[in-house]
């Protein structure tokens, strides 16, 4: 079964940084794009960015771009979110989940399709207060 962790959460200033990781165990991570989504007290969860199989296509929410980049390293199965200039609105519970191939070839889902993903991790709180 699919299993995705999230570490590298915390607690940071507004205008720093923070890079989770989301770590795959017992299946490899090549043949899935993946995702990163956040959920802030009160609100819905929403997309934040998506990367392909192969690592070649991203595609970020509009409130991240510019400040965020998404990344992956296949031979770790890690999938990395670095987050620069983070504001307080940022602060929410931080997932990552995978998605099942729907198409031949390379690809990349934008991250406000939700329901393509599955295989949810448990999130990562991230926290941007002074």
């Known amino acids: 079964q699919l299993q995705l962790v999230e570490s590298g959460g915390g607690l940071v200033q507004p205008g720093g940084s923070l890079r989770p990781s989301c770590a795959a165990s017992?299946?490899?991570?090549?043949?899935?794009?993946v995702g990163w989504f956040r959920q802030a007290p009160g609100k819905e969860r929403e997309g934040v960015s998506c990367?392909?199989?192969?690592?070649?296509?991203?595609n970020y929410a509009d409130s991240v771009k510019g400040r965020f980049t998404i990344s992956r390293d296949n031979a770790k199965n890690t999938v990395y979110l670095q987050m620069n200039s983070l504001k307080t609105e940022a602060t929410a519970v931080y997932y990552c989940a995978a998605e099942e191939p729907r198409y031949d070839g390379d690809y990349v889902t934008a991250p406000r399709h939700l329901t393509y993903f599955g295989s949810w991790g448990q999130g990562t709180q991230v926290t941007v207060s002074s």
């Open positions: 990367i392909s199989s192969s690592g070649g296509r991203t």
């Open positions: 017992g299946f490899s991570l090549d043949n899935y794009a």
